[in-house]
């Protein structure tokens, strides 16, 4: 947030919503001008990172949302306006890196709409980026450092050691926040193993700094000294545990609102994660100043709670067993009827695909995930009681389950969130699908197959790069097993022969290939090669039209 001059400052602490909207609005421009850098950084090569695209669809998604409010009242108050804010944030949320900012950006204006109007404006300023970084770590389930978290710790920590000053201003602050960042992301690869292997700094910590330059020439006038990351070579994403609801998984959801001391809560919220992590999975605690909502998956219950009143005062308990949610929320959603699959493509074949077994399809794919309010308005606009969701790219996992929250708590609708991570793994998990099955029952073995589908893909190197399977040139053959590149070479078919080669290494009966842009041949030549080679192996071919993967494979 800029601070301009001292005559448009209120008598209070500062803090107005003008000055906010300026903020965004710097922010979302800046971010505009580096999604190309930021999206290089984390790709293989092949452009399929997004992380540059999803912070500023996220970012800009708030700001038409402000903006929009305030033109149709002129005289929206700060505390609006920031609760209108932080809303549109966390509904235009795309990827991991944008959920993550919106956690920020959300415990950001909340920390500076509730202020102490008595408190110097740098320490307020101090307080609330300190907020945003609890919110961050808050937001991810095993925080990896090295990553954004770390830059965003960084950047607080210097600028709540800057506000210390009796004579600092907020310019003060925003420049040493903005100064600590760019130095922690100069540090990421040091800290974690594949930035280093790729030749890298973290894509989300780089728009974080982007973020807080902007801010820094919004309050002082002045640039700061352009950096320009390392895009020689790229990114390897560090897989994360899945939240999986499996057949021996937890069998009971524990929710509930979680009261503590604010100046204590920083440690105890620690404990608690710690604690909840130990005994259950699907795991999110989210909130700040004094307040907190908590979700896990257990089997047992009485540890759950206990762990909260350890922690603080839980309130509005909520358990599920799963095999009774049906009966409950049918209860309680006499409007809403039947179950529906909302499904997200990455291609126009795909679509016809999922959309021919009855799912709600939402566009999606590289470059153009979809947000989390794009996914709650798939599932609440359904118009059904029950929904599941089959995210198919891992980058989308996250926003699905916040829609997914949101869906339950202010539409009481039953959602479950079935964490696929690429489209074949969604094809098999909708294979399977049966309406008629108790809906508990339907996930798990929705939840099995998608598990059980080893998937991969085939693409092509759009430059230099060292990746998992080694060094390649631009026009080089990429196979992906699981999401790691584990193939090089310079024939495709070679390369598709190769990868399904591996995939049926530990056996299998189906073979699934989706051909994509220009790889309608290629699909042809490599089912001839399974049928040759494994006749007793059943090859499915179905075109997908998805870009960037001639070829996508799974096999089951």
């Keep these: 947030m800029g601070e301009h001059t001292d005559s448009m400052e209120p008598v209070t602490h500062g803090i107005t919503l003008d000055a906010v909207a300026r903020f965004v609005d ?62 549109a944030a966390l509904m235009g949320a795309r990827g991991n890196s944008g959920v993550i900012l919106s956690q920020m950006l959300r415990a950001y204006v909340t920390h500076l709409a509730g202020a102490d109007g008595g408190m110097p404006r740098a320490r307020t300023i101090a307080a609330a980026m300190s907020a945003a970084t609890d919110a961050s770590y808050a937001a991810v389930g095993t925080p990896v450092e090295g990553t954004i978290l770390t830059v965003a710790r960084a950047a ?29 992301l100069a540090r990421t690869p040091e800290q974690l193993d594949v930035l280093a292997q790729a030749g890298v700094v973290d894509a989300g910590g780089r728009g974080l700094t982007v973020v ?4 820094e020439t919004t309050a002082t006038g002045r640039r700061p000294m352009p950096y320009a990351a390392p895009i020689g070579t790229h990114h390897i994403r560090v897989p994360t545990p899945g939240e999986d609801l499996t057949e021996d998984g937890p069998g009971y959801e524990v929710m509930y609102l979680l009261d503590l001391s604010p100046e ?33 998956h257990v089997d047992d219950v009485g540890a759950a709670i206990e762990a909260g009143i350890a922690a603080g005062r839980p309130h509005r308990i909520r358990v599920t067993h799963f095999a009774d949610q049906v009966a409950e929320h049918r209860h309680r959603q006499s409007a809403r009827t039947g179950r529906k699959v909302v499904a997200v493509a990455a291609g126009p074949g795909l679509t016809e695909l999922f959309e021919s077994a009855g799912a709600v399809v939402v566009p999606g794919g590289p470059g153009q995930r979809p947000s989390t309010g794009q996914l709650l308005e798939a599932i609440t606009q359904c118009g059904a009681a029950e929904v599941v969701v089959l995210p198919n790219d891992g980058d989308t996992v996250r926003a699905a389950e916040i829609a997914a929250r949101t869906a339950e708590a202010e539409h009481q609708v039953s959602v479950e969130v079935i964490p696929t991570h690429a489209q074949v793994q969604g094809l098999a998990a909708i294979s ?22 080893r998937h991969g893909a085939v693409t092509v190197a759009a430059r230099r790069a060292i990746t998992m399977a080694g060094p390649c040139e631009p026009g080089d053959a990429l196979g992906v097993i699981a999401g790691d590149f584990a193939v090089v070479g310079t024939d495709l078919d070679a390369v598709a022969t190769d990868v399904v080669e591996r995939l049926l290494a530990g056996g299998g009966e189906l073979v699934t290939i989706v051909s994509g842009e220009d790889g309608v041949e290629l699909a042809a030549r490599l089912a001839s090669h399974v049928e040759d080679r494994h006749p007793t192996v059943d090859v499915a071919v179905h075109d997908g039209g998805q870009p960037r993967y001639p070829l996508l494979v799974s096999v089951e």
Excluded: C, Q
């Design 264 to 296: 204590h809560e920083d440690d105890a919220i620690a404990v608690l994660r710690e604690s909840l992590a130990a005994i259950g999975d699907s795991l999110v605690v989210v909130g700040g100043d004094g307040l907190w909502n908590v979700h896990v």
């Design 156 to 184: 607080s920590d210097a600028a709540l050691a800057t506000a210390k000053g009796g004579d600092a201003r907020a310019r003060d602050v925003f420049t040493a926040a903005a100064s600590a960042a760019r130095a922690a």
């Design 26 to 87: 710097i922010a979302t421009d800046a971010l505009s001008e580096a999604r190309e850098e930021i999206d290089a950084l984390n790709v293989y090569p092949v452009p399929d990172g997004d992380t540059g695209t999803n912070m500023f669809l996220t970012v800009s998604a708030a700001r038409d949302e402000l903006r929009a409010a305030r033109v149709a009242d002129p005289d929206l108050g700060l505390e609006e306006g920031m609760a209108l804010l932080a809303r």
């Design 432 to 453: 399977v699908h049966e309406p008629g099955r108790t809906f508990d029952a339907d996930v798990r073995e929705m939840t099995a197959t998608a598990r059980h589908a």
């Design 212 to 215: 807080l330059d902007a801010v």
